[in-house]
Nanobody
Framework: QVQLVESGGGLVQAGGSLRLSCAAS????????MGWYRQTPGKQRELVAT???????NFAESLKGRFTISRDNAKKMVYLQMNSLKPEDTAIYYC?????????WGQGTQVTVSS
């Protein structure tokens, strides 16, 4: 059973940093793009960043310079390094990946930034 599991969320003060991890597991033959999205109550899920299998990143314009996405193909993992966090970054962060040509989502991990 293919699944994505996020970890690393938590409570952090404004200006702090946090590193999220996402591990893919199961009967996996191919993984194409991987990425991160986030969602707050009353709002639609929005793109944070994606990264191709060759390591090419794509960021939401407003997050460039603060967040960094990376991946380890051997470990089947994708990471999100978040720096200079702001209260408006508070959200549930979801891992996303195209695995075996299908779209998968993780269960989400809560990130809360206090002011």
């Amino acid at each position: 059973q293919v699944q994505l599991v996020e970890s690393g969320g938590g409570l952090v003060q404004a200006g702090g940093s946090l590193r999220l991890s996402c591990a893919a597991s199961g009967n996996i033959f191919t993984i194409n793009v991987m990425g991160w999205y986030r969602q707050t109550p009353g709002k639609q899920r929005e793109l944070v960043a994606t990264i191709t299998s060759n390591g090419r990143p794509n960021f939401a314009e407003s997050l460039k310079g603060r967040f960094t996405i990376s991946r380890d193909n051997a470990k089947k993992m994708v990471y999100l390094q978040m720096n200079s966090l702001k209260p408006e970054d508070t959200a549930i962060y979801y891992c996303n990946a195209i695995i075996n040509f299908q779209n998968y989502w993780g269960q989400g991990t809560q990130v809360t930034v206090s002011s």
